[in-house]
C-alpha cells in the first residue's frame, strides 16, 4: 500500500509540472503573436498598403526572414530547458518541434514565394464572339514581364509564346526593372532579341509603363520589331477584318479624364466595322470607357496583387479601380477590360520578386466570329 502510495504522489507531483510546461509554451507563443501583430500594424502605419514598396520589402524580411529566426532560437531554447527541466522534458521536446515546424514552414513559404510562383508562368484563355470578324485570330496580352535581368525565365517566357503562334501581341508596358549591377541598357539589348524571336504576322504593339522611361530616347526604328503606341492608333488588317488598335501614354492610363479627349477623336476616326482595341499600362482609364463604343480594353500594372489573401484579395494594386478588376477578364459597360497579373514581378527598391496565391500569367484571346443564332 506504501508503494502505491508512493506513486500516487509522484504521479500529482508531475502533473502540475507537465502543464506549467504548456503554459510556458502558450505564453511564449502569445507573446510571439503580439510582436507579430505590432510589428505588422507599424508596417500599415508607414505606408505599406499605400503601397510603399521600401515598406513592402522590410514586411517581407520581418514575416518571411526574421520571425522565422526567432522562432528557430525559442525552438533551441526550449531545447536547453530540456536539458535542465527534466521532469517535463517530453512536453519542452515537444514545445521545440513545434516552433521548429512553424520555422521551417515559414523559411519554406519564403522559398515558395520568391522562388516558386513568380516563375509558375500561367497562360490563361479567353473567347470571344465578334461580328466584326470574319475569320479567327489569335491576341496574346503580355504585361509587366519586369525582369531585374534577362534569365532563362524570361528565355521560357518566350519559348512559351512562340509555342502558342499568336496572331497578334499586345504588351501594356513595363519591360524591365533593373537590378544593379545589371544595366538597362545591356538588359534592354537581351530582352530586344527575345521579342525578334517571336514573329506574329500581324506584329508586336506596345505601350510604354513605368519602368522603362529610357525607352522614351530609343527611334521607333531602333525598336523594331516592337511598335509603340504612345496616345497613338494603328489600323492593322487581318484576315477577316480590320483591329483598330489606340494605345495610350502611361498619363493617360492612370486617369481617364486625361485620355478622352485621345479617345474620342480615335473612335470618330474608326470606321463602323473595325474591332477597336483600346490599351494602356494601368487599367485606371477603364473607370472612365464603359459608355464608349470600344470592343475590348487591355491593361496591366497591377500584378493582380501579387499576394491575395484567401477571402480578402489583393493587398496592393495600386490603382483606383475595384479590386475585383484588378485581374482577368470581364465586361466593363460596352467593352471587355483584361487585366493582367502580369509575366514578371515587381523588383523595386531591390525587392525581390514575391508572388502568393497570384502566379505570374499571359492571356490568349481568341478572337473568333460570332455564331449564327438556330
Sequence with gaps: MKSLGELAMTDVASRPRGRGAWKLGAFVGLLVFLYVII???????????????????????????ELAWLLSVVSIIFIGLSMTWKSVRPQLL??????????IDLFALRYYVTNVEPEHLVVKHVRLETPKLTKPIRL???????????????????????ALQPDIILNTGDFLQVVPPATFTGEWQKLLELIKSVSPRYGTYAVFGDTEREL????????????????RSERVVVDGGVLNLHGLS????????WAMN????????????????????????ALSVSDKSIDLCLAGHTHGGQVRLPWYGPLVIDSEIPKE???????????YLNVSAG????????????????????????????????
Excluded at 510603399?52 to 522590410?58: C, E, P, Y
Excluded at 515537444?94 to 520555422?103: E, I, K, N, R, T
Excluded at 470581364?330 to 467593352?335: D, F, H, K, L, S
Design 39 to 65: 510589428r505588422n500594424y507599424f508596417f500599415i502605419r508607414d505606408g505599406m498598403l499605400d503601397p510603399d514598396f521600401g515598406v513592402i520589402h522590410r514586411a517581407y524580411e520581418f514575416n518571411l526572414g
Design 250 to 257: 502611361l498619363y493617360q492610363s492612370r486617369k481617364g479624364e
Design 262 to 285: 485621345s479617345i474620342d477623336r480615335w473612335l470618330n476616326e474608326a470606321q463602323a466595322n473595325d474591332f477597336r482595341i483600346l490599351f494602356g499600362h494601368a487599367p485606371d482609364y
Design 216 to 231: 522614351y530616347r530609343f527611334k521607333q526604328e531602333e525598336l523594331e520589331p516592337l511598335r509603340m503606341l504612345s496616345s
Design 325 to 335: 478588376w484588378a485581374q482577368g477578364f470581364r465586361r466593363v459597360g460596352i467593352p
Design 343 to 374: 509575366a514578371g514581378s515587381n523588383r523595386h527598391k531591390g525587392l525581390p520578386p514575391i508572388r502568393f496565391n497570384c502566379p505570374t500569367e499571359m492571356t490568349l484571346i481568341e478572337l473568333v466570329p460570332i455564331r449564327p443564332l438556330r
Design 94 to 103: 515537444a514545445l521545440s518541434a513545434l516552433y521548429a515546424f512553424l520555422s
Design 140 to 162: 496574346l496580352h503580355i504585361s509587366d514581364i519586369q525582369a531585374g535581368s534577362i534569365t532563362d525565365y524570361q528565355q521560357k517566357i518566350f519559348e512559351k509564346i512562340h
